[in-house]
C-alpha cells in the first residue's frame, strides 16, 4: 500500500491539467512574442520603432489590468467557491479575442483594432493562470508538486512549438497559401491567419481540463455573487495589509517574483520585435527561432522539474535567474545572428527553471481556502508593476532609438529580482501529506 507521503498523482487529472498548458502556450507563443507581434510591428504599424512603442504601451495597460483584476477575482471565487468556471470565462475571452486578430491588415488605420484585441487577449489569458494555477494541489501530493508544475511548463513550451510548426510550414511557408488565403504584401493572409491557428488550438486542447480536473475546494458556505465579491475584498485588503507582518518572507518573494517576472514577461514580449529589428530577421526566421527556443526552454523546464522537487523551489528559481542573466547579457554585447541564436537558445534553457519552481513554491504556500486569492497575489506580484517594463522599455527606444538599448532595460528589473530572492527562505516539504482527497 502506498503511503501518504510516497502517493503519486492521479494519472488522468494531472496529464488533463498539463494539458491545459499545452493548449494555452500557442497564445503567448505565436501571438505574443513571435508571429503577431512581429507582424504588428513591420507591417501594421507606421515604423518598427513606433509599433514597438505602441506594443509596448499596450502591454503595460493589459499589465494593469491584470494586476487590479486578478487578486480580486480570485478573493471573489476562494469565497463564491469554485475555480474551474473562471477559468473558463477567461480562456473563452482569449480565444474569441484571439481569433479576432485576423481581421487586421497590414494597414496602420487597423492599428488601435489590433491594440484593444491584444490588450484584451492577453488580459484574458493572464487572468485565466490564476484560477488554472490555483487547481494544481487538487491534481498533485506535496512531494511532486515540483514534477507536475515542472511537466506541464514543459508540455506548455511542446505545444507552442508544435503551433509555431504549424504555424510555419502549414501557413506562412506554404506555396499555395491554404484555404484560399492571400499571401500577397498587400493582405499577408496566412501571416494573420496564425491568430486563428492560436484560438483553434487553445479550444481543441483544452477541454480535457474541465471535463477531468477536479475543482475539490468548497467554501463551507458558498455565497452570492454580491456578497462574495463585498467578502473577497475585505479580505484581500485584510490580507495585503497584515502579510508584512504575518509572514515577511513570503511577502519578499512575491517582492522579488515581481521584479523577475516583469524582466521575464517584458523579454517574452519583445523578443521577436527585438530579432526582427535589430537583427533583421524575417517571419519565417523568427518562427524558426521560436521553434528552437521553446524546444532548449522545454528540455529545461523539465529536466528542471526533478531538480526543483530535489533541491527546492528557491535554489532552482535562483539557478533559473542566474542563467537568464548572464546569456541575456552576452544577447546585448552581439551583433551577430549566429551568436544571437547561439546565446538566444542557451536563454531559454533557463526560462522554465524560472517560472515553474514559483508557481510550485506558491503552491506549497498557500492555505487551501485562500488558494485562489494567495495565486491572485502570485499573479499580482508579476503585473503589478509590469506596465513598468513595457513602459521603461518604449520610452527607452523612443529616446535612443535603439531596440538594443530597450531590450537593456530588463536587466534593471532580472538582477535586484535575483538579489532579493537570495534573502527568501523555503519552507520544508510536509513528507507525510498525501493526495487531496
Known amino acids: 500500500m502506498t503511503s501518504p507521503g510516497t502517493a503519486r498523482p492521479r494519472l488522468l487529472p494531472a496529464a488533463a491539467w498539463c494539458l491545459y498548458d499545452w493548449a494555452n502556450s500557442a497564445f503567448p507563443t505565436v501571438i505574443a512574442t513571435f508571429v503577431f507581434s512581429a507582424y504588428f510591428t513591420k507591417a501594421v504599424a507606421e515604423t518598427p520603432e513606433q509599433g514597438t512603442t505602441l506594443w509596448a504601451w499596450a502591454t503595460a495597460l493589459s499589465g494593469l489590468l491584470i494586476a487590479l483584476l486578478s487578486p480580486l477575482l480570485g478573493a471573489i471565487a476562494d469565497r463564491g467557491g469554485g475555480r474551474k468556471p473562471w477559468l473558463a470565462v477567461f480562456s473563452v475571452v482569449t480565444i474569441v479575442a484571439s481569433g479576432l486578430l485576423f481581421l487586421i491588415e497590414p494597414d496602420p488605420a487597423f492599428a488601435l483594432l489590433a491594440l484593444v484585441l491584444v490588450v484584451i487577449a492577453n488580459t484574458g489569458f493572464e487572468v485565466g493562470i490564476v484560477f488554472y494555477n490555483a487547481l494544481l494541489p487538487d491534481v498533485a ?17 511542446a505545444g507552442g512549438l508544435s503551433a509555431l510548426v504549424v504555424a510555419l510550414f502549414g501557413l506562412v511557408r506554404a506555396d499555395p497559401a491554404p484555404f484560399g488565403l492571400d499571401g500577397g504584401p498587400d493582405a499577408l493572409e496566412p501571416v494573420r491567419a ?11 486542447f483544452a477541454w480535457p481540463l474541465f471535463l477531468f480536473v477536479p475543482d475539490r475546494y468548497r467554501p463551507a458556505a458558498p455565497t452570492a455573487m454580491s456578497t462574495a465579491a463585498r467578502e473577497g475584498l475585505a479580505t484581500l485588503w485584510r490580507t495585503v495589509r497584515t502579510l508584512p507582518t504575518r509572514d515577511p518572507n513570503l511577502l519578499r518573494f512575491l517582492i522579488a517574483r515581481m521584479l523577475y517576472t516583469d524582466g521575464l514577461n517584458t523579454l517574452f514580449a519583445f523578443g521577436g520585435i ?46 533559473g535567474l542566474t542563467g537568464m542573466t548572464a546569456f541575456g ?49 502570485f499573479a499580482l506580484s508579476g503585473r503589478i508593476t509590469a506596465f513598468l517594463g513595457p513602459l521603461v522599455l518604449g520610452w527607452v527606444v523612443l529616446l535612443t532609438g535603439s531596440q538594443r538599448w530597450g531590450m537593456a532595460s530588463i536587466l534593471l528589473f532580472l538582477v535586484p529580482g535575483l538579489l532579493l530572492m537570495l534573502t527568501v527562505k523555503e519552507r520544508p516539504v510536509d513528507s507525510t501529506a498525501g493526495p487531496p482527497s
Open 194 to 204: 496564425t491568430a486563428l491557428l492560436v484560438a483553434v488550438w487553445y479550444a481543441a
Open 274 to 319: 527585438y530579432a526582427a529589428g535589430t537583427f533583421g530577421m524575417s517571419f519565417d526566421d523568427i518562427i524558426l527561432f521560436g521553434i528552437a527556443m521553446n524546444v532548449a526552454a522545454g528540455l529545461g523546464a523539465t529536466a528542471f522539474a526533478w531538480v526543483d522537487d530535489r533541491i527546492g523551489s528557491r535554489n532552482t528559481v535562483l539557478i
Open 329 to 377: 547579457t552576452a544577447i546585448l554585447l552581439v551583433d551577430s545572428a549566429l551568436w544571437f541564436w547561439v546565446f538566444g537558445l542557451s536563454l531559454g534553457v533557463f526560462f522554465g527553471p524560472v517560472q515553474a519552481p514559483s508557481r510550485t513554491l506558491m503552491a506549497r504556500l498557500a492555505p487551501e481556502d485562500l488558494r485562489a486569492e494567495m495565486f491572485g497575489l
Open 141 to 157: 501530493p506535496p512531494r511532486w508538486l515540483g514534477r507536475v508544475s515542472g511537466w506541464a511548463w514543459g508540455l506548455g513550451y
